[in-house]
């Protein structure tokens, strides 16, 4: 303790006595704000990524069975001549884990050029006060990077192909396929497009299903995006809007009387844990008609109002009992929730302030915060600060501001993934059908006729995907969200307005709309000739 008193004299040329209490760097959860503000970066980007890893690594499986299935005749010759399964599955699993790696490695590079690390950590250095800091290269992530995309490719890889290469020889040669459920469903209905159309989708359920899953996926990413955007913008909203004073003043030296259009308060912070994370909470003791809080705290020392943020955070009601920490004094407090009121800056209780000073141990007339409608003549070496209104509306923005770049990075990658995955495993679909298609083309079916065939029955797993999967999404998204933000103190309103629905929704159909247009294209190519291709 010596030399603490010492270095503080002679770095501060203070005298020690004068200090009222100090704590340690493990508990200052303010040490690590700046780190804590990019964890949400982190966490959703490893949980995304290995996400469409998956899917990524499914989609490519289902390239590599169809080009098994366009090789089955050569696969059985290879067989009959005593070529090994393991020997094939090793051929045909090399080139997209090779892929994989590539990808890996030129997405690991961009990630940690100044395209990469360096616009998205423009923000961390614009808003604190930070040094440059030298790259690093975390294990972890070169392994997350490198290691993970080949390895979870060659896995879902074995896990698909395996199945297909464990046909017969002879059954390989003569390009058997297994007779589908579709053949025993019957079909009612007068309209022999309508029949072709859903045994079409039923015969490609599983090119179909990928679509769906991609969509899936996709939304995933893009809603979590929109959670932060909608989050973010509730947060600036409501702190602005629930802050009803003009001035608040933090006493270090408070009076006995409270100056002439004053509101006193008492305010005390204790601490609770969140994941893992310190996070503070705001104790106010106010009288039962201050007119600056909406809080009708009860009389009594283990009696306390929390605000909407601790209820959205925790889940606590009324009647439940909450305890949290003063680190200072190593105490915890607990308290009984009597209420749940509209207030949704940070983590804030509300006491009786009469109940909170015999609490604390305060004088029965001790406050040392004064609310304001107007600007009251306070000495100024009585006070910790001042904070106007006008603060509040700037600082209010921080969160957007912080987080814009990974909004719109998690809904243009989203949105990237869907119209990758939906045009692949529509591109499948049509090259399955390559062979139908030409020989209805020689019976004399026109362009349009051949689409509405084989490409419009795809619409109605769109557009029943899309109301199935933007509501699964959003039912997902909002409960895992808060693992994303466990280091931040604010209110969790997640619900979207009917119009961002809407405006997905759309999106979803003009999306596959464009791929519809691109895949006409190439049915357009495709001529009478693959008949005799195929002939037997």
């Known amino acids: ?13 203070i005298d020690i006595d004068n200090l009222t209490n100090f704590i340690t760097a493990d508990d200052n959860i303010r040490i690590e704000a700046a780190a804590g503000d990019v964890v949400m970066d982190k966490n959703g980007g490893l949980i995304a990524g290995v996400i469409v890893l998956i899917l990524f690594a499914y989609v490519i499986s289902v390239f590599v069975v169809h080009q098994i299935e366009r090789e089955s005749s050569v696969i059985g010759a290879l067989y009959a001549l005593g070529v090994k399964k393991k020997e094939l599955l090793r051929h045909y699993i090399t080139l997209p884990t090779i892929i994989a790696f590539i990808g890996g490695v030129i997405g690991t590079a961009i990630g940690f050029s100044p395209v ?15 040094p440059e800091y030298d790259l690093v290269f975390p294990v972890y992530l070169l392994i997350y990077a490198l290691v993970l995309p080949p390895v979870i490719s060659a896995i879902v890889n074995i896990l698909v192909i395996n199945k297909k290469l464990s046909q017969t020889a002879l059954s390989l040669i003569k390009n058997e396929q297994k007779a589908g459920s579709y053949k025993q469903v019957n079909i009612k209905g007068k309209s022999f497009p309508h029949i072709f159309r859903t045994r079409q989708m039923l015969r490609e359920a599983r090119s179909a299903a990928t679509v769906v899953l991609g969509m899936l996926i996709s939304l995933l990413v893009v809603i979590l995006g929109l959670d932060c955007y909608v989050m973010c913008i509730s947060v600036k909203r409501d702190n602005i809007n629930e802050t009803r004073y003009e001035y608040m003043y933090y006493y270090k030296y408070p009076g006995k009387e409270v100056p002439k259009g ?38 009594g020392k283990n009696k306390a109002v929390i605000n909407n943020s601790l209820y959205e955070r925790y889940g606590y009601k009324e009647g439940d009992k909450v305890i949290f920490t003063d680190l200072t004094a190593d105490m915890d407090y607990a308290f009984t929730v009597t209420d749940v009121v509209d207030y949704s800056p940070g983590f804030t209780i509300f006491m009786d302030i009469g109940s ?8 029965e007339d001790y406050f040392n915060v004064v609310y304001s409608d107007k600007e009251l003549d306070i000495e100024k070496g009585r006070l910790y600060s001042i904070t106007s209104k006008s603060d509040i509306e700037k600082s209010a923005g921080v969160f957007i501001d912080q987080m814009q770049s990974l909004i ?20 499948v679909m049509i090259d399955r059908s390559s062979y139908g298609i030409s020989l209805i083309k020689i019976f004399g079916y026109r362009p ?9 029955g795809n619409f109605a797993i769109i ?13 997902i998204m909002n409960k895992v969200y808060p693992m994303f933000v466990p280091n931040v103190a604010c209110t969790m309103k997640l619900s979207f307005p009917w119009y961002i629905y809407l405006i997905i929704y759309v999106g979803i159909i003009v999306f596959y709309l464009i791929v519809n ?20």
């Open 448 to 456: 349009k006729e051949i689409r509405q065939l084989y490409l419009n």
């Open 356 to 363: 909170m000073r015999e609490l604390f141990g305060q004088d």
């Open 463 to 475: 557009a029943v995907g899309g109301l199935i999967c933007i509501p699964a999404a959003k039912l």
């Open 408 to 427: 719109w990075t998690l809904i243009i990658a989203g949105s990237v993934i869907f119209c990758v995955v939906m045009f692949l495993m529509m591109n």
């Open 1 to 13: 303790m010596e030399d603490v008193d010492e270095l503080l004299d002679e770095i501060f040329d």
């Open 262 to 299: 004053g509101e006193a308060a008492y305010i005390e912070t204790l601490s609770t844990d969140c994941m893992g994370y310190t996070l503070d909470v705001t104790v106010i003791g106010i009288d039962e008609d201050n007119p600056f809080f909406d809080a009708k705290p009860k009389k």
């Open 517 to 536: 247009r691109l895949l006409t294209g190439k049915i357009n190519k495709i001529t009478p000739a693959e008949v005799l291709k195929n002939r037997e």
């Open 116 to 130: 990469g690390i360096g616009t998205q950590t423009a923000d961390t250095y614009n808003y604190f006060s930070l």
